[in-house]
């Protein structure tokens, strides 16, 4: 939403599997209940294509990123923004010696290869856009500590709501993949 209140004169589409919108909307802003990896519904081009976090969404990124292309005004933009993985600076990261949230990613991305779906995606998505007939791909990278234990206020902040998000994401990220694909059941830990 914040694009639409940011450009009132522009039509903003959002597009969600599920029906989970609020209904009180900016009126250059409109809701589409669809599966970005089945053929595409829409049929008006965009100037500009925006995701965050489809990590592990999509069987078939380089056909997303086709019909996106193909979607968009020439000269239009894709902007993605996802996350490459969990690492950390001093190397205490690891599964040796076990760290809980190193083996909780990595189970996890074993759950979502199991189902054909790579968690690590955004690590390829420079040569896929490419692939697809985008120009001039850049790719930024931003650290973002998941704790508020950076000194300079700026990370600190960012690590206070990256935290929140994270403690948020969590079990969002990692239901579907550990029970459907595991097998195991939604008490367990």
């Given at each position: 939403?914040?694009?639409?209140?940011?450009?009132?004169?522009?039509?903003?589409?959002?597009?969600?599997?599920?029906?989970?919108?609020?209904?009180?909307?900016?009126?250059?802003?409109?809701?589409?209940?669809?599966?970005?990896e089945d053929e595409?519904?829409?049929?008006?081009?965009?100037?500009?294509?925006?995701?965050?976090?489809?990590?592990?969404?999509?069987?078939?990124?380089?056909?997303?990123?086709?019909?996106?292309?193909?979607?968009?005004?020439?000269?239009?933009?894709?902007?993605?923004?996802?996350v490459i993985g969990?690492?950390?600076?001093?190397?205490?990261?690891?599964?040796?010696?076990?760290?809980?949230?190193?083996?909780?990613?990595?189970?996890?991305?074993?759950?979502?290869?199991?189902?054909?779906?790579?968690?690590?995606?955004?690590?390829?998505?420079?040569?896929?856009?490419?692939?697809?007939?985008?120009?001039?791909?850049?790719?930024?990278?931003?650290?973002?500590?998941?704790?508020?234990?950076?000194?300079?206020?700026?990370?600190?902040?960012?690590?206070?709501?990256?935290?929140?998000?994270?403690?948020?994401?969590?079990?969002?990220?990692?239901?579907?993949?550990?029970?459907?694909?595991?097998?195991?059941?939604?008490?367990?830990?």
């Amino acid at each position: 939403m914040p694009r639409s209140d940011e450009y009132p004169g522009a039509q903003v589409t959002g597009i969600d599997l599920s029906p989970i919108q609020p209904s009180f909307v900016p009126p250059n802003l409109e809701f589409v209940v669809d599966d970005a990896e089945d053929e595409w519904v829409i049929t008006e081009k965009f100037d500009l294509i925006h995701t965050r976090m489809m990590v592990g969404s999509f069987l078939n990124w380089p056909q997303f990123f086709t019909r996106a292309y193909n979607q968009l005004h020439p000269g239009g933009y894709i902007e993605l923004q996802d996350v490459i993985g969990l690492a950390c600076d001093d190397e205490t990261f690891t599964s040796n010696p076990p760290c809980p949230l190193a083996e909780w990613w990595a189970l996890v991305a074993h759950a979502f290869a199991k189902t054909g779906r790579d968690i690590h995606a955004a690590s390829q998505h420079k040569e896929r856009l490419k692939g697809a007939g985008f120009v001039d791909v850049t790719v930024i990278h931003f650290k973002w500590p998941i704790n508020m234990w950076p000194e300079d206020p700026v990370m600190k902040n960012i690590g206070m709501w990256s935290k929140e998000n994270t403690l948020d994401a969590l079990e969002a990220l990692a239901m579907a993949p550990l029970t459907r694909t595991l097998e195991w059941e939604p008490e367990e830990d």
